[in-house]
């Protein structure tokens, strides 16, 4: 079984996750108030340090959590969809577009975060456009990139949505996600990034028109066969 989960390139980011977690964790990254000042802005992305030269953070940002939930739920989605997604379209494409979207969505929320975040009106704006000076970290930007794709290229595949009990299909969960993240941002106290989970779905809608357009009758053997 172990041997199976490393045979491709969720198992590898998915331990990285943990380690990088692990290591946060003894040195203080969830609770010494100096450790977040000082090493917050070289690991998490924020968009006004990122703007001034941290740009190595888009990268290290992506594997890094802040807590055990979110690590938990982060992973878990990993390992379910991108193990389809990775089998699906191979381990190469899988990798470049893990990566390519999660610094996409990094720098689709910094510039927009940068730039907006001080200038909106009203609440909700403000909480879903996030604050600049605030830190942003997690996969989650690359985990709605392969829903975007999924969305795209298997529309009508049935899934489990987290605490929902019946399928749902892949157009209407892709969506429906979205939107939960965005009134989770209004309604409660979690900081949210709805800009980077946005990016990276425009990635993987983008990525997947690209091969709906270039493999058009494998795209359409594949939509039937998971319909």
């Known amino acids: 079984m172990r041997g199976k989960f490393f045979n491709g390139y969720v198992g590898w980011i998915v331990l990285i996750n943990v380690i990088a977690f692990l290591i946060a964790t003894i040195l203080g990254f969830f609770s010494n108030l100096n450790?977040?000042?000082?090493?917050?802005?070289?690991?998490?992305?924020?968009p006004g340090a990122f703007l001034n030269g941290h740009f190595w953070t888009l990268l290290t940002s992506m594997f890094m959590h802040g807590g055990v939930m979110h690590l938990f739920v982060n992973m878990l989605s990993l390992v379910f969809v991108g193990g389809f997604v990775e089998r699906l379209i191979g381990s190469r494409r899988f990798l470049i577009l893990y990566l390519g979207s999660g610094l996409f969505a990094g720098l689709f929320h910094s510039i927009l975060t940068y730039f907006l975040g001080s200038s909106v009106v009203g609440s909700f704006a403000m909480r879903f456009i996030g604050n600049p000076n605030g830190f942003a970290v997690g996969a989650s930007g690359a985990i709605f990139a392969l829903i975007g794709l999924l969305v795209l290229v298997i529309p009508n595949l049935k899934v489990y949505a987290m605490f929902i009990p019946i399928p749902i299909k892949m157009k209407y969960a892709g969506p429906g996600f979205l939107i939960l993240f965005w009134l989770l941002s209004y309604y409660s106290p979690l900081s949210v990034g709805n800009l980077a989970h946005l990016g990276g779905l425009l990635v993987g809608l983008g990525y997947g028109g690209y091969l709906k357009y270039k493999y058009p009758r494998k795209t359409a053997m594949i939509a039937r066969k998971f319909s």
């Open 35 to 46: 450790c977040l000042e000082t090493i917050c802005k070289y690991v998490a992305l924020q």
